[in-house]
Structure formats: structure tokens, C-alpha cells
């Protein structure tokens, strides 16, 4: 019999192993999901989380970069107080600490956020946040779209994973908590 634990690690690898859609960085369309609330499109706006947190907000969060002119939030000076960077020949990996303050983080996260898993399939296949999409060029071969990859974050910590599109990429970058809410670390 496999354990509950086994069977979610091979879900990703058996429901998500193809993959319908991949966008040009460079043209993209203004959503790729039914239901995404934001757009694709280069924004200056910012977001709050407000009074909720992270985990109860997950489908419908702002991305955030330390450089401009990707479309997303650039991340506040001071935000990050730690970082840590991984590099293998499949996978990036970026986590770190993040500065905590009475109220909102400078990234609008509540002071006392567990977090929140975010992936590009939730447990609906959607993705969380709906829609989200990831490039990078990391890998060589210029600017082209991660479809495998996870990010934890909440007030106080965060963890970014990027794997490049090699076979046991799923399992690299694993999403078994939108998949199943009893695994606790």
C-alpha cells in the first residue's frame, strides 16, 4: 500500500506531466486563465493583502521582482533581511527572510501570516494565483516559461522554486499541499 504522503508526491508528476499552453514572455495575452482577477499586462499598481492572509488569498496575489519592466511589484528596499540561492543543473531556489514589522510586511502580508503555498496548478489546476505565470532564462536558451514551480511565503520567510523543463521536473517542484491539506511539515 502506498502512504498518503508517497501517493501525493506522484500526483504532480502523473496529472500535470503535459502541458497545454506555453506563452512568448514577449506576447502575451492579457489572462491564461478563466477566472484570473488580474492581467498580464506590465502594471505599476500595488496590492494589499489587507486583513487576510496569504493562505485565504492565494488565488488572487501580486507578483513582486527585484528588477523592473517584468510587469510586476518591485520589492521595497529593506523587505528582504536574508536571502539563500541554490543553483543545481534542473532547479533554482531563492529563500530568505523577510523583515517583520507591527501591521503589513513591506510586501502588504499581515504581521502574524502562516503563508501560503503558491504554484502554477492549485488543486483545481488553475494555479494559485490563477493564472500565474513564470520565466526565466536561467537555463540557457534565452527568456522561455517555467511550468513547474512553487513559492512559500508569509510574514516573516519566504522560498522560490524554478525547475527547468527536464523529465522529474514535478517532482522537483512538488505542490502536495494544494493537493492534499493533511501533509503538515
Known sequence: MIGKLALASLLPALAFGQYTATYDANNLPATTEEGQAGT???????SAYGDSSL??????VVSWCLKSGYGTRLIPTGAITGAHFVKT?????FSGTLAVRNGPSLLN???????GELDPH??????NPIGGLVFT???GGGLK????????IGA???????????????????????LDSSVSF
Do not use: M
Open 109 to 115: 502580508i499581515p504581521q502574524n501570516d502562516a503563508g
Open 156 to 178: 516573516g520567510y519566504f522560498c522560490f522554486k524554478v525547475c527547468d523543463e527536464v523529465e522529474g521536473a514535478p517532482l522537483q517542484c512538488q505542490h502536495i499541499v494544494s
Open 137 to 139: 532564462s536561467a537555463f
Open 40 to 46: 498580464n499586462a506590465p502594471s505599476s499598481t500595488t
Open 55 to 60: 493562505g485565504n488569498t492565494e488565488r488572487e
Open 145 to 152: 516559461q517555467i511550468h513547474e514551480w512553487n513559492s512559500f
Open 89 to 93: 543543473p534542473t532547479y533554482l531556489q
Open 122 to 127: 492549485g488543486a483545481d489546476g488553475l494555479g
